[in-house]
């Protein structure tokens, strides 16, 4: 791997993480020059075969195909881990806590995303942690919290985006509830991981204390519906979903294109908007219309609008329709999907993606950091770990075992490179 | 008690919507003095939602809470003079006025570091400086449009849908708020300053779970399925005697549990629910078959049984609902504020680090804070500020 560039270089940090909010929070710390080892349960990433009808029908693996690793060929693991180094563990053995805590001593932080009864039930929570490193931080991102009546519940990001109010303030307007196509409760906490770590980091320099700091997805979600909780206390009511109009926009929404399943969104805020509307559907007529000169006659005369509309959009090509709009000065996008996103020109004109190569799974692009440091950027310096790929540099480079230990810590199952 | 980690800080916010503010909001919480800097009438923040004209909106009063506030007008030169010598001695200046605004005014990043060299310049703005999209113009409708996340939100055979209002913004000011510490962290370490950029736009596309990489790897493009999740299943919404509640079942054990906890051991061998794969394509089968359970039981029995058996469930709630949760109350999570009527509540940090919350300073009046900040800070005299705000520049 390229030597580790930003403002994090010379951290180390444990990686515990699964799924998505975890990982996706020590992504930002590796891309920003963080030494992330993921310590990971020979198990953690699946068995050792995948059927070929699974692997086809998900789309997860490169062109369907599981390949001789599978473990090693998973996109989403893949996109969510580059940058770090992989050290598998079992830390259900005392040996293999013993050399994490040896490992702990010569950290900076611990990240998990575990339920709150792991940590503790493997003999490693803060205070454990804390006797081999006085100093260390560890972040945890639970659910519900440490504490509190639900602290012990299971939830994933598909059910705190409903407990925390979200799906509240969106839907169809049919009043049936709608959940969000990706988890997004997932990047928020990942998010606020990070800041969390980096925060506690910057407290340690100042007061030489390290931290249990705690990042519950719930909280960290409810931090996204602010602005509704105290609209309903200073007006007594919650505004129902109203799709994808808007309470003070109009005509807003989202209109057929030509082709398969493609659409334009739009959206009019201003008296100026609208005569941008107008002039680009060529109707100057809808300008002079007394019905459509206010912002009240726009709302109340939607279903009207959003007729003349789809007139126009249905026989356009979305991307066509955007330009045009957006040249007269109308919000307007055609909704992407994700071949679309993929391939997006500005995203690719920003050089947003980056293209990684990966031994087992081959070169992809991949989506890269939208913190844009100017003086410390983020480096991209290689791809996704294969499973145990830094077991010899971190226990023999870092912990300074010898070759028949690590022999027979492979021999007795404690670290491998391939699943059980 | 250690105080808040970033207690010593001072930063300046130049708003034009809901991401800077979000941002300055999080600095704000861990102990920044955060001021925002308003135009003489004040900013579009404060009329939006705004009940009446002439009071501040939710929107303002939620994320400014904690904040000092002053008036200044930067389009004028004595306004701009005056930014310039508050951020000469500020840590960090937060803003999303668009790009080229700062700059155009002479108070972009290369003439505030000319300056404070130290200074860290956090700039939100919907799509960038650069790019086909700069000049865009953005709404939520429009963000999640282009940020892929609307084309798989709703119904299959419906229109794809927008998201919850202003996520994608306050999305941006919190990978933002991590820009600014790792700049400050930079700083820190002997480093200087520097600029960091935050576009709403990147901020959603890098926050997927697997939209671009799916297509990446196997040309496949996901589409949206109404609240079923894409390749887990039983993972949807259901209906209860009361409402709706949220399942989340992933793996083969979580499973098992379902079926023991619905009763219908049988469902566990039935080869069309074996595995994950086979669930998904026959989702509506086994969605037929579980929906009875549910439909029979309050949200609150239906969960609290899941949970007794470790299957992820929580339910569907109101915004109502979501101000009493009795675990959110047990908690102390929430951070009161005084309003109009007395205490209001607003949801308490993500992460306690240092002190904990007390109560919050309501969001500023319009140029609240004038005196303390033009007097104390910059040390003007009583006489000058005077004839700042009879000249309209504060």
């Known amino acids: ?420 | 008690m250690t105080a808040l980690p970033l207690a010593q800080l001072r930063a300046l916010e130049v708003g034009g919507g809901p991401a800077a503010a979000f941002c300055g909001r999080l600095l704000a919480l861990y102990g920044a003095q955060v001021v925002r800097v308003e135009p003489p009438q004040g900013d579009p923040l404060r009329r939006a939602e705004a009940p009446s004209p002439g009071q501040s909106g939710p929107l303002f009063l939620y994320l400014n809470a904690g904040k000092l506030g002053i008036t200044l007008d930067l389009d004028r030169a004595d306004g701009v003079h005056l930014f310039r010598r508050l951020a000469a001695q500020a840590d960090l200046v937060v803003e999303d006025l668009g790009p080229g605004e700062m700059d155009r005014r002479g108070l972009g990043y290369p003439s505030l570091a000319a300056l404070n060299g130290g200074l860290v310049y956090v700039a939100i703005s919907p799509f960038g400086e650069e790019g086909p999209y700069a000049g865009f113009r953005a709404c939520d409708l429009v963000l999640y449009a282009l940020g892929g996340y609307m084309y798989i939100t709703g119904e299959e055979e419906r229109e794809p849908l927008q998201g919850p209002p202003y996520l994608p913004s306050y999305l941006a000011g919190a990978y933002a708020f991590v820009g600014a510490l790792l700049a400050l962290w930079h700083r820190h370490s002997g480093g200087g300053g520097q600029k960091v950029e935050v576009t709403e736009l990147e901020s959603l596309a890098a926050s997927h779970q697997w939209t671009q990489t799916l297509f990446n790897y196997s040309g496949t493009v996901q589409r949206r399925q109404g609240n079923r999740y894409y390749f887990s299943h039983p993972n949807s919404v259901y209906a209860c005697r009361d409402g709706y509640l949220s399942l989340s079942v992933a793996t083969e054990d979580q499973f098992e549990r379902l079926c023991l906890l619905l009763g219908r051991p049988e469902l566990r061998q039935d080869p069309r629910f074996a595995s994950n794969a086979a669930r998904c394509a026959h989702a509506q089968a086994l969605d037929e078959a579980i929906a009875p359970w549910f439909l029979a039981r309050s949200r609150q029995e239906a969960v609290a049984a899941a949970q007794e058996l470790r299957i992820p469930a929580a339910p569907v709630l109101s915004l109502p609902e979501v101000l009493a949760h009795p675990h959110l109350e047990e908690q102390g999570f929430w951070q009161e504020v005084a309003g109009p009527q007395g205490l209001l509540r607003l949801p308490g940090p993500p992460f306690r680090l240092g002190a904990p919350p007390g109560p919050l300073a309501p969001a500023p009046a319009l140029g609240q804070h004038n005196d303390e900040v033009y007097g104390r800070w910059l040390g003007l005299s009583p006489r000058q500020r005077q004839r700042l705000h009879q000249a309209g520049v504060i």
């Not at chain 1, 030597?3 to 993480?17: F, I, Q, S």
Request: charged fraction near 20%.
């Open chain 1, 1 to 420: 791997m390229a030597e580790a560039k930003g403002p994090l270089r010379g951290v180390r940090v444990l990686d515990l993480t699964r799924v998505w909010s975890g990982p996706l929070c020590t992504r930002i710390l590796a891309d920003f020059g963080a030494e992330v080892i993921k310590v990971e349960h020979r198990a953690s990433r699946g068995p050792a075969a995948v059927p070929a009808s699974y692997a086809r029908a998900s789309g997860f693996y490169p062109q369907g195909e599981p390949g001789q690793r599978p473990w090693n060929r998973h996109g989403f693991f893949n996109e969510m881990n580059r940058n770090k180094l992989s050290l598998t563990l079992d830390l259900a053995c005392p040996e293999g806590r013993g050399l994490f805590l040896r490992l702990v001593a010569i950290s900076d932080a611990v990240v998990e995303n575990f339920s709150p009864r792991v940590l503790p039930n493997l003999g490693l929570d803060y205070g454990r942690l804390r006797q081999a490193r006085e100093d260390i931080v560890l972040v945890s991102l639970p659910a519900y919290g440490l504490e509190g009546p639900y602290r012990q519940r299971v939830a994933y990001g598909t059910n705190l985006e409903t407990e925390a109010g979200l799906t509240a303030l969106m839907g169809y307007a049919d009043g049936r509830p709608q959940r969000l196509g990706a988890a997004i409760t997932d990047p928020i906490a990942g998010v606020m991981g990070a800041a969390a770590t980096v925060l506690a980091l910057l407290r340690r320099r100042q007061t030489g204390q390290g931290a249990h700091v705690e990042v519950s997805q719930l909280g960290a979600a409810v931090n996204f519906v602010g602005q509704a909780l105290l609209a309903l206390q200073l007006l007594g009511t919650a505004p129902a979903p109203l799709g994808n109009r808007h309470p003070w926009r109009a005509p807003q929404g989202c209109y057929p294109c030509r082709g398969h399943d493609r659409w334009l969104a739009l959206s009019v805020g201003d008296d100026r908007q609208w005569e941008g509307l107008c002039a680009a559907l060529g109707r100057p007529d809808l300008a002079r219309d007394a019905r459509f000169a206010t912002f009240l006659g726009r709302w109340q005369h939607q279903d009207e609008l959003d007729a003349i509309i789809v007139g126009w959009t249905r026989g356009l090509d979305a991307h066509e329709a955007m330009q045009a709009l957006q040249q007269a000065g109308v919000p307007a996008a055609a909704v992407l999907d994700g071949a679309d996103l993929a391939r997006d020109e500005h995203l690719h004109a920003r050089r947003f993606y980056v293209s990684l190569r990966h031994p087992d799974a081959g070169t992809h692009s991949y989506p890269g950091q939208p913190i844009r440091l100017g003086r410390t950027p983020a480096t991209f310096r290689s791809d996704a770990p294969a499973l145990g790929e830094h077991n010899r540099y971190v226990l023999q480079g870092l912990l300074g075992l010898s070759e028949e230990e690590l022999e027979r810590l492979e021999a007795a199952g404690i670290i491998g490179q391939r699943p059980p």
